[in-house]
C-alpha cells in the first residue's frame, strides 16, 4: 500500500485507526445489505469529516473499519457521530429487521473499540478485515 500522507498548512500525516463497532446486545442483527449500505454512508461520513476508509466490513453483530485520518480530528465526536447516523439510516432504511429486535431506538453498543495502527502492518490488518463472515 502506498503512502497517502495528508497534508494542511502545519503538518503532513498519515494516521490511521481501527474502529470496531458492536450491536446492542451483541444481537445478530446485521444483514448482508445492511452491510453494503453501511459501506456507502461511513464512506459518506467519512468524506464529510476529511477523513478516509481504507477498509471496512462486517459480520451480523459487529463492524470494522480502518480509516486514515488527520491530528486534529476529534476521534469522539466523529465515533458519535458514525453511530448515531448509521443507526438512523439503517433503522429507516431497514425497519422491520431492526425493529423486530431491538424496541427501542438503539443499534450499537454504547462502548466501542479503536486503535491506531502500528502494532501489525495495515495489509495484515486489511486482510483480517476482508476475512469477516459478512452475513448473507
Not at 448482508?32 to 453501511?38: E, F
Request: with cysteine.
Amino acid at each position: 500500500m502506498k503512502n497517502d500522507f495528508i497534508s494542511s498548512a502545519r503538518s503532513v500525516s498519515d494516521m490511521k485507526a481501527h474502529l470496531v463497532l458492536t450491536t446492542k446486545y451483541r444481537k445478530k442483527v446485521l444483514t448482508g445489505d445492511m452491510i453494503s449500505r453501511l459501506r456507502d454512508v461511513l464512506t459518506e461520513l467519512c468524506e464529510k469529516w476529511n477523513c478516509k476508509v481504507i477498509e471496512f466490513n462486517g459480520e451480523d453483530n459487529h463492524i470494522h473499519l480502518l480509516f486514515q485520518y488527520y491530528p486534529q480530528m476529534e476521534l469522539p465526536k466523529f465515533i458519535g457521530n458514525i453511530k448515531s447516523v448509521t443507526s438512523r439510516r439503517l433503522r429507516q432504511e431497514f425497519p422491520d429487521q431492526i425493529n423486530k429486535i431491538y424496541w427501542k431506538k438503539v443499534l450499537w453498543n454504547e462502548s466501542y473499540f479503536i486503535a491506531s495502527c502500528g502494532g501489525v502492518t495495515i495489509s495484515v490488518l486489511k486482510k483480517y478485515i476482508e476475512n469477516q463472515n459478512s452475513p448473507s
